[in-house]
């Protein structure tokens, strides 16, 4: 974990995203990825709120660039104190426009709208994955988009992300596991 973040943090965090988050669920239905970039940003709110992370004094930064937090909002933080929040229905991958080293905080969730996973909730984060990632964990993801057929930002994905993340998870949901590249109900260890 990063300095200063603590689990306590991480589960407040889950409780804020997941309540928001189940406010906007029909907007996962219309644009999944716009969803995610929202979870991610209800995941930085949160934990500006109650952890010592805080937003970029500069929006453009804390906006569009690297960080989304830092270390008491520290202006062009080292490493060791950036944090960016990330969204996803994955369960590995990673993916960002950005291959700065620094700390990651990805909150994993699937949308449920029967409630199955917690009642009454319509989001819910299973696992929460927090990783100091560096520039060489990261490879150049080409655009698939051709002439006149428009394109896309550039992206980057995570070498290898099951075993970087074998061991980063900071939460998760008891009785959820993964099959076939998504979360499932499991019996709990008694």
Known sequence: MPRGLEVIHVQQAVEYVEREAGELVDLYFEQANVFSAIVGIFGSKALAAFSPYKRHKHPDTAQQRFPD?????????????????????????I??????????????YVVDPTGTFRAGRPVVVWRVDVVFLEESDWKYETSKAGSGRGGRTHTFGLIHPAKKLAEAAAYRLPGVGIRGGKPILIESSK
Not at 99 to 106: A, E, K, S, T
Request: hydrophobic share 35%.
């Open 95 to 108: 993916q960002s426009h950005y291959n700065h080293p620094g700390w990651y905080i990805v909150w994993r």
């Open 69 to 93: 937090l830092s270390l008491d909002g520290r202006l062009n933080p080292p490493a060791k104190i950036a944090l960016e929040s990330k969204g996803s229905t994955r369960p590995w991958a």
